[in-house]
């Protein structure tokens, strides 16, 4: 598996618009999956863009704020996101990443997808994705190491 904290390596991502999405899954970190797809949306794009993030705490979400506002100016780009537990104060979805994957995704418009947490969640996603019936050669991943 590929060690990586800076430079988001996401590979094979053709311009043609198609009704296919580009789905990005990132757990407890966004990385420098954030800075790719501003630079994707800023730049112009045909491609669907869709970004499933999850996280402990409201706290963990970094960039949380900047990219909802992406979501809600751009034709291209959605965004669903989670917390592991619930909270008073979250109105968004509740439970483990891969558990709001499996509900939300739909298997058939995935043109490529792209992981990006821990060796665990990389694992537990990839799993989940293949058993949608996501083919292997469509994921590719990058590991964080956690810090805390």
């Given at each position: ?24 899954i ?30 402990n ?30 909270n ?6 509740v ?39 996501i ?14």
């Amino acid at each position: 598996m590929k060690q990586s904290n800076s430079e988001f390596k996401f590979t094979g991502v053709a311009e043609e618009a198609t009704e296919e999405e580009i789905v990005l899954i990132a757990g407890g970190k966004i990385g420098p999956i954030k800075d790719w797809i501003t630079s994707v949306l800023k730049n112009g794009t045909n491609k669907n863009i869709r970004l499933f993030f999850g996280a402990n705490t409201q706290n963990d979400l970094n960039g949380y704020r900047n990219l909802k506002d992406l979501s809600e100016l751009s034709n291209n780009f959605s965004m669903v996101t989670a917390l592991n537990t619930s909270n008073p104060e979250w109105e968004g979805e509740v439970g483990l990443i891969t558990d709001v994957v499996r509900d939300k995704l739909h298997p058939d418009k995935v043109s490529k997808c792209y992981i990006y947490g821990t060796d665990v969640m990389i694992e537990e996603t990839k799993r989940t994705l293949t058993g949608l019936g996501i083919p292997e050669e469509k994921i590719q991943h990058e590991t964080f190491n956690r810090t805390r």
